[in-house]
């Protein structure tokens, strides 16, 4: 089992309609699920719906949001980034924060899994 590393999770939220916002949780909730039982700390920005949907954080704008998920991208050890990120701007932002702070990011949860093992 990897030691508990802390990978942030990037990937695609918003969609042109509900069910394509709900989808792209449920993967993200998936994937880091799996990261999860497979020993590793993620950061799962999907679960900032909690605070939207249950009313938590009425008001807070999309930037808000963002920048509070930036906030723990910037203390990972790891992304991890998510099929169809390309259509993300807030995953692309991601990814290139990462890069800019020297942060390792994965497209393949093997190719992670092996580097947190390593």
């Not at 449920?26 to 719906?49: I, M, Q, T, V």
């Not at 605070?51 to 990972?76: I, K, N, P, T």
Request: hydrophobic share 45%; glycine share 10%.
């Amino acid at each position: 089992m990897a030691k508990r590393v802390r990978v942030y999770v990037a990937g695609p939220y918003s969609a042109d309609n509900v069910l394509g916002v709900l989808q792209n949780i449920g993967r993200g909730e998936r994937a880091c699920a799996e990261l999860f039982h497979e020993g590793l700390a993620p950061f799962c920005p999907w679960h900032d719906k909690t605070y939207a949907m249950d009313g938590m954080c009425q008001g807070e704008s999309v930037e808000a949001f963002r920048e509070h998920s930036m906030a723990w991208l910037e203390a990972a050890q790891a992304v991890f980034v998510l099929p169809g990120w390309e259509q993300s701007e807030g995953a692309n932002a991601e990814v290139l924060r990462a890069k800019e702070l020297g942060i390792p990011v994965f497209w393949h949860m093997l190719h992670l899994l092996g580097w947190a093992n390593g």
